[in-house]
């Protein structure tokens, strides 16, 4: 259970890192909190010739919260965005889902942006990501490149990001108003991966109908499966939607796996009651009404 | 193989110590081996158990899920600097008192989680104190005399005026 051997490069400015990470290629790994990567590498599942301490590289710790949107930095630990009152005020679904990633403890070490360059198809993140459309920019030494989160999950633990790449910063763009958001999930026990989580973002028009309907599913699928529900909702007042009906039709869209934890069929069913919870209270909260 | 070697500063429980490790030495092996502060204890070493649980500038971390090259220059907690005036620390005495330990393996981390916990929050509800520890194994104690001995540390710090 100790890590193998790798080069160890600690780089105090961008330049410095992204000439390192360059040099590096394939070979070369960011490290960040650590906290996926680490037990990875205790495990001996990954072993790479390269390990590029970001750590004291500054200005990567941004939080910046506006009616955009809230961007985060490279280097913002799950924590900070959890506490960052800027971060809850315009994105409520952040702190939601931040709650559901692992432990505190590895909440005050671990990252957002690692989270999401790591992309387990179990993890919380990836999916707020996908479910909000937001993006992640990319920087090597020869520029910086912004990919859509549709781009960005290629499949389990693989993302756009190439070798010689360090990503900078996500971006998670804010809802329009009236719209509401939850995200709930169901592990073995508080703070594991998911057996089945379900974010859900939903948008009322003026009438209190719903205009926009979105549920973004964890560990059924090989990247958080997105599906638009809108039209299951129906013409009339969302007061009066059939969300089990609505989630029948997120039910259909997953194509989950057995394993140890959880067969495919419960993990379909999971999937069902939480969207229906989920976009339940989303509505609630569109309409400025608690669950 | 021959690996680069790296110099580390590190302030734990408030005296500078200085050790020089491969890239790879995790912080949990540092303080055991390099510095000989066993109180430390490893038990996964994958962030699952919580027993290597320290203070990486005041704020609790998994000693074994960070590397001590990143470490330095920074300011570590251990079980050992828990302890003031001579004195056994509120939460330590509650530990005591409400018998929230039977083999011990785990004790350091839970001391460390629950230190940090109740800095932020000195008076948390019955379900916070089971959050707050939900990420240390133990599998002596069926947890309710830690959850007790968590309440009893808030009452003892409360009394002390913290």
């Known amino acids: 259970m100790k890590p193998p051997p790798f080069d160890y490069h600690g780089p105090v400015t961008l330049g410095e890192a992204l000439d390192v990470l360059a040099e590096a290629g394939p070979g070369g790994k960011v490290l960040a909190g650590g906290q996926s990567l680490i037990p990875l590498l205790n495990m001996r599942l990954a072993a790479p010739a390269h390990i590029v301490d970001v750590n004291r590289v500054p200005g990567l710790d941004g939080i910046e919260a506006g009616p955009e949107g809230v961007r985060v930095g490279a280097l913002a630990r799950h924590a900070a965005v959890e506490r960052s009152p800027g971060a809850a005020a315009a994105l409520p679904l952040l702190r939601q889902a931040l709650r559901l990633v692992a432990h505190p403890v590895i909440r005050n070490r671990g990252t957002v942006v690692g989270s999401l360059v790591h992309a387990d198809p179990a993890a919380e993140m990836p999916a707020v990501l996908a479910l909000l459309g937001g993006s992640v920019r990319l920087a090597s030494r020869d520029g910086e490149r912004e990919v859509p989160a549709a781009e960005f999950f290629t499949g389990p633990m693989e993302s756009a990001l190439r070798p010689g790449e360090l990503a900078l910063s996500a971006f998670f763009p804010a809802l329009p108003p009236r719209s509401g958001t939850a995200f709930y999930e169901v592990a073995r026990r508080h703070g594991d991966y998911a057996v089945a989580g379900v974010a859900a973002a939903v948008t009322l028009d003026e009438d209190l109908r719903v205009a926009a309907a979105r549920v973004a599913c964890v560990s059924v699928g090989p990247v958080p499966v997105v599906v638009d529900v809108t039209s299951a909702c129906g013409p009339g007042p969302a007061a009066a939607a059939g969300w089990e009906a609505v989630a029948g039709a997120v039910q259909d869209r997953v194509d989950p796996e057995g394993d140890i934890h959880a067969t495919a069929e419960y993990r379909r069913h999971l999937t069902g009651v939480l969207a229906a919870r989920a976009l339940r209270d989303a509505a609630l909260a569109a309409r400025g009404e608690e669950s | ?162």
């Open chain 2, 1 to 162: 193989m021959n690996e680069t070697r790296h110099h580390v500063t590190l302030t734990v429980n408030g005296v500078v110590r200085e050790a020089t490790v491969p890239g790879r030495r995790l912080l949990s092996d540092c303080l055991r081996h390099d510095l000989g502060l066993t109180g430390t204890h490893v038990g996964c070493e994958h962030g699952v158990c919580g027993a290597c649980t320290v203070l990486l500038d005041g704020e609790p971390v998994r000693s074994c899920l960070t590397f001590a090259v990143t470490a330095d220059g920074h300011e570590i907690t251990t079980v050992e600097g828990l302890a003031r005036d001579g004195g056994l620390s509120p939460v330590q005495r509650a530990f005591t008192e409400r018998h929230a330990l039977q083999c011990g393996f785990c004790t350091p981390g839970f001391l460390c989680t629950v230190t940090a916990f109740l800095r932020d929050n000195p008076v948390p509800t019955e379900e916070e104190a089971l959050e707050a520890v939900a990420g240390n194994l133990c599998r002596c104690t069926g947890y309710q005399n830690i959850l007790k001995a968590v309440h009893r540390a808030a009452e003892l710090q409360a009394e002390e005026g913290r």
